[in-house]
């Protein structure tokens, strides 16, 4: 199996048993259909370095080949953001596993980083797989989410998330709306 296919075979199986994963792996795409991708890193993926074991060890070995994206310009929050900020799609509408329906991927964001409060139309489950982030849904706190806790977003739900000095890699899960959209920036 190709790595696009054992990282989309992992991230379905990571969330297969959680709770309200069920209707995102109703739009699972099947078959071994691949789309080419243009390799890339990015800054933030020397954070990948001391991962081992697992998902997230498969993802650092893999970074080389895989395409590493940025959503935002220096101008929305800044070079340092940059930095310390990027995710890899798999499956979906850019990565190398097409799919119209789900999205899913890895967001990786270094040590002592936040990501402002934003919100879009696809709902959205978070696994984090390394690290502890703290997260915001709302109007709530930041409170820490710890390696294997889910966190779901409904569409349009502001939320946030920030880095201590350890980075964090997550998965992420999107399904419904445009999965090519960007967020709206709410902070």
Do not use: N
């Not at 889910?150 to 890699?169: D, F, S």
């Not at 709306?177 to 902070?187: Q, R, Y």
């Amino acid at each position: 199996m190709d790595l696009a296919g054992r990282l989309a075979a992992g991230i379905r199986a990571a969330v297969a048993g959680l709770p309200g994963a069920a209707d995102f792996l109703a739009d699972w795409p099947e078959g071994g259909a691949r789309r080419a991708q243009v390799p890339g890193v990015l800054p933030v993926c020397r954070w990948l370095e001391g991962m081992a074991g697992g998902l997230g060890g498969e993802v650092a070995r893999g970074a080389v080949a895989l395409e590493w994206r940025q959503t935002y310009g220096a101008g929305d929050f800044g070079a340092a953001f940059l930095e310390r900020y990027g995710w890899t799609e798999i499956v979906g509408l850019r990565g190398p596993v097409p799919s119209e329906r789900v999205a899913a991927g890895f967001l990786l964001l270094g040590p002592d980083v936040t990501y402002p409060a934003h919100a879009h139309e696809a709902a959205e489950i978070y696994l984090p797989l390394s690290g502890v982030a703290w997260w915001q849904k709302g109007d709530a706190a930041f409170a820490p989410v710890p390696v294997g806790q889910a966190i779901h977003h409904a569409p349009w739900v502001p939320h946030a998330m920030r880095t201590g000095a350890e980075p964090m890699l997550a998965l992420y899960l999107w399904r419904g709306g445009d999965l090519a959209a960007k967020s709206v920036i709410l902070g």
